[in-house]
């Protein structure tokens, strides 16, 4: 079982920057395929960001097109952590964002949620114009 849990969101202006954490448990981290989702209210959940594990220490970043440029995944193996680095915020990034983890390989972009098996449990981040 792994356990997630995001910190990190907060409100913010337009224009500005913020940085999502989430922590995840469970020791063989670096072979979590991770990934952050957002969910604004009355929204579907959506794809925002994932690293995917390619192999060995070898990791891949997808992007959402609506994010790309402005924001950038990371991870900290040692420290079983993952982060997403929000810059050039609009009212539109409003939403609660999602830590999502899946043990095993992406051999291509996962953007759908039902292709992870762990969730955190979000946090709000507002970004007002």
């Known amino acids: 079982q792994v356990q997630l849990v995001e910190s990190g969101g907060g409100l913010v202006q337009a224009g500005g920057s913020l940085r999502v954490s989430c922590a995840a448990s469970?020791?063989?981290?670096?072979?979590?395929?991770m990934g952050w989702f957002r969910q604004a209210p009355g929204k579907q959940r959506e794809f925002v960001a994932g690293?995917?594990?390619?192999?060995?220490?070898?990791?891949?970043?997808d992007y959402a097109d609506s994010v790309k440029g402005r924001f950038t995944i990371s991870r900290d193996n040692a420290k079983n952590m993952v982060y997403l680095q929000m810059n050039s915020l609009k009212p539109e990034d409003t939403a609660v964002y999602y830590c999502a983890a899946v043990e095993r390989k992406m051999t291509g972009p996962a953007v759908v949620p039902r292709e992870y098996d762990y969730w955190g449990q979000g946090t709000q981040v507002t970004v007002s114009s």
């Open positions: 469970g020791r063989t981290f670096r072979t979590y395929s």
């Open positions: 690293i995917r594990w390619i192999r060995d220490n070898t990791n891949y970043a």
